[in-house]
């Protein structure tokens, strides 16, 4: 196989697919290489979450919020094939001083633009009838969602594949073609595709990717459980999670750690989670990290207490050691993009990753500053 393409995109999970959707709707021919099969990473374990609510003020939010936007405006008429659905989030607090906590909180995030409803704990109920007594306050995010990753990574290529788009799985990347320092393709498994530009968004693998290239992108694997309960009636309305769960997203921790986060699907099965641990690529099933997250889950729903668990699932996050996705164009090898590092936001932050990368690749005005985000940011400064 020797093809050419505007754009070569390295991986075909949630991020790829997105970044090939907007590359094939602005007119790009765009080629996707996977060593594996669509949404076998990352997407294909994970709950597909399209959260505002777990951020803090600052460019991680800022690029959530944009990324509603895109979901919104931009991919509405497409809804229905990933199974979109605006559920809402109810964040909850058992103690006066996360009551406190929580509400500081939020008047930060609304601040930033997050619509969010300070909810008294006599009217937790109303939203949540189910959740267990006591609880000292929560807070309403109308703005999370949720989607069916698997089906919105396989749909958006399935679109761009109508749009011109080839999309070659089995494939390999094993090396970059190269014009003195600049890149000009790949070379793989079933031979070269040439390329003005390379996009990585491999996910997990995006720092070996990067290696390549001969460029340092320190992205990491964390790991995370879920698990999934029997089909049921209607239990859990919206995605719900206790506050802890925002502190848990911001740590650099290596060792286990767990907090409750639950919602329903359109099945009828209730996902639980969550869990992070930096072990590498160890895909052993750890009972401590599911007895902790099943505990805790039945600390705010005990009616689940007689519900059979049917499966539990892991899989690997692109973690990046400031919290920051790497989005952009990367001047060490130029021609070079990255979209990765999202870590458990990767589904929700995913198309607005893919439409700003398409804006700069086409010499664009971005609708966001990218500088936070720069691939090169972690490059050493030599001391003179």
């Known amino acids: 196989m020797r093809r050419t393409a505007d754009v070569v995109v390295i991986g075909a999970g949630a991020v790829g697919a997105a970044c090939a959707y907007f590359a094939a709707r602005a007119g790009l021919r765009v080629h996707v290489v996977e060593r594996g099969q669509i949404v076998s990473g990352t997407t294909s374990a994970c709950e597909g979450n399209l959260l505002v609510s777990d951020k803090e003020a600052g460019h991680e939010l800022d690029l959530a ?29 058992s103690s006066d001083a996360g009551a406190r906590a929580l509400a500081a909180l ?27 007594d006591g609880l000292a306050a929560a807070a309403f995010y109308p703005q999370d969602c949720q989607v069916q990753p698997m089906l919105m990574a396989a ?7 109508t749009m011109g788009a080839e999309v070659s799985t089995g494939t390999a990347v094993t090396g970059f073609r190269r014009s003195g320092d ?34 340092d992108v320190p992205i990491l694997p964390r790991r995370g459980f879920v698990l999934v309960t029997e089909p049921l009636p209607r239990t859990v309305h919206h995605k719900v999670y206790a506050g802890e769960y925002v502190a848990s997203t911001l740590s650099s921790d290596e060792g286990l750690q767990t907090s409750t986060v639950i919602e329903g699907t359109q099945a009828g099965t209730v996902l639980i989670g969550s869990s992070r641990e930096r072990v590498g690529f ?52 130029p021609g070079l993009w990255h979209a990765s590092g999202h870590e458990g936001a990767g589904i929700g932050l995913s198309v607005g990753t893919a439409k700003l990368v398409v804006q700069a690749m086409t010499d664009r005005p971005t609708d966001l500053d990218l500088t936070p985000f720069a691939p090169e940011r972690f490059a050493q400064v030599e001391v003179q």
Not at 191 to 207: D, K, P
């Open 65 to 93: 919020l944009y990324s509603h936007q895109v979901w919104r405006e931009d991919l509405a008429e497409f809804g229905g094939l990933w199974e979109f659905e605006n559920k809402g989030g109810l964040v909850v607090s």
């Open 106 to 132: 939020t008047v930060r995030q609304r601040a930033a633009g997050i619509e969010v409803r300070n909810v008294p704990a006599e009217q937790i109920c109303d939203y949540e009838p189910h959740l267990t």
């Open 155 to 161: 749909h958006l290529l399935r679109l761009a594949r």
């Open 182 to 215: 600049r890149v000009i393709g790949v070379m793989t498994s079933r031979g070269e595709i040439h390329a003005a530009h390379v996009v990585n968004a491999a996910g997990t693998w995006t720092g070996d990717v990067a290696a390549m290239a001969g460029v």
């Open 282 to 333: 160890d895909r052993t099933v750890s009972l401590p990290a599911l007895r902790e997250m099943a505990g805790k889950a039945l600390a705010l729903y005990p009616t689940l207490a007689r519900v059979k668990i049917m499966r539990t699932y892991l899989g690997f996050r692109p973690y990046c050691p400031d919290h920051l996705p790497v989005i952009g164009h990367d001047p060490r090898a």
